[in-house]
C-alpha cells in the first residue's frame, strides 16, 4: 500500500530554536570539539536524528513510487482534496489537507526513464526515474504562526540493478513567529551518491542507505530570546555520512564542531 509522506511541520519549528552559541563570521579556522555536556549540542543532536528520519522518510516516499501500477493512492488522510494528472510522461499527485493546528499542500511528481527514453510506467528495463515533491503549508497555535515551503528534487539511478542510487537536494525556507519573536528559517542540502541494496527494498517504506553523504547548510535569526535560547543570526553546517548500520555526524559551528554515530531505527 502506497504511504503517504507527511513533513512534521513541529519537527522543523523546533529546528529553529535550538540553535545558539555561534557566531557569524565567516574567516576560515582550526575548529576546536565543543563541550559533549553543552546543552545546545545534545539538542541539536536530537534534532538531527529526527531531521534525518524526515531525509529517510522521502527517499522512500520517492522508492514506492518505483512500483507504481497507474492506479491512484490506496490510502490517504481523511478530508483530503487528492488529484491525479498525467502529462508528458510526468506524473503528478495532488494533496489538500489539514492536520490538527496545520495546513498543507503537497505534490508529487516523477517520471519513469528506460535509457534515452520516457516509461509511461514502471517495468524490468527501468533504468532511473526523477522525483520531486513540493509541500506547502502553515503551522498555528497558541503563540506560534509559521508558514513553510520544503523542495526535495531527487533522481535515482541503477534502477533493475543490485544497487540504487540517489543524488539531488532538498530545499526549505520557514518564517513567521514564536512568541511574538520573529524568526526566519532555511536550509540547503546536498545529497550525494545515497546507495540503497535492491535485494533489501521494502516498495512500502523502511529503507536505509549503506552509503552516500547530506551536506546541510542552515541559516537561522530570531529577533529577540526564545525561552532560554538567546536572539541568533547563525550560519551552521551539519555533514552526515551514511553507512550499513546508521551514519556518522559532524555539526559545525565557527568555532567547534560535535561529531556522534546514530544506528537505524524505524523510519
Request: some cysteine; charged content about 20%; glycine content about 6%.
Amino acid at each position: 500500500m502506497k504511504r503517504i509522506m507527511v513533513f512534521p511541520l513541529v519537527l522543523i519549528l523546533a529546528l529553529m530554536i535550538i540553535m545558539g552559541g555561534c557566531s557569524n563570521s565567516t574567516e576560515p579556522q582550526t575548529k576546536n570539539p565543543g563541550d559533549p555536556d553543552d546543552p545546545i549540542a545534545i539538542e541539536t543532536q536530537a534534532k538531527t536524528d529526527e531531521y534525518i528520519d524526515c531525509v529517510l522518510e522521502s527517499f522512500n516516499n520517492g522508492i514506492g513510487w518505483l512500483d507504481y501500477d497507474g492506479s491512484g493512492y490506496l490510502a490517504k488522510p481523511a478530508d483530503t482534496l487528492f488529484l491525479i494528472m498525467y502529462d508528458d510522461y510526468w506524473y503528478e499527485f495532488y494533496l489538500d489537507f489539514a492536520l490538527d493546528s496545520s495546513s498543507m499542500v503537497m505534490v508529487d511528481s516523477f517520471r519513469f526513464e528506460q535509457g534515452d527514453a520516457y516509461q509511461e510506467l514502471p517495468d524490468s528495463n527501468t533504468t532511473a526515474f526523477e522525483y520531486r515533491t513540493r509541500l506547502d503549508g502553515e503551522y498555528n497555535n497558541a503563540d506560534t504562526s509559521m508558514s513553510v515551503t520544503y523542495h526535495d528534487a531527487y533522481r535515482f539511478t541503477g534502477i533493475n540493478t543490485d544497487e540504487i542510487t540517489v543524488n539531488g537536494t532538498s530545499i526549505a525556507e520557514q518564517e513567521g513567529n514564536i512568541s511574538q519573536v520573529e524568526v526566519s528559517f532555511g536550509f540547503s542540502c546536498e545529497l550525494s551518491d545515497i546507495v540503497f541494496l535492491t535485494q533489501d527494498i521494502n516498495y512500502e517504506g523502511d529503507n536505509y542507505p549503506v552509503s552516500g553523504t547530506a551536506v546541510v547548510e542552515v541559516e537561522i535569526y530570531t529577533s529577540d530570546q526564545i525561552d532560554d535560547i538567546p536572539a541568533m543570526n547563525i550560519s551552521w553546517t551539519l555533514t552526515v555520512t551514511f553507512n550499513e548500520n546508521g551514519y556518522h555526524a559532524r555539526l559545525e559551528s565557527d568555532e567547534n564542531y560535535w561529531e556522534w554515530d546514530e544506528t537505524w531505527g524505524p523510519v
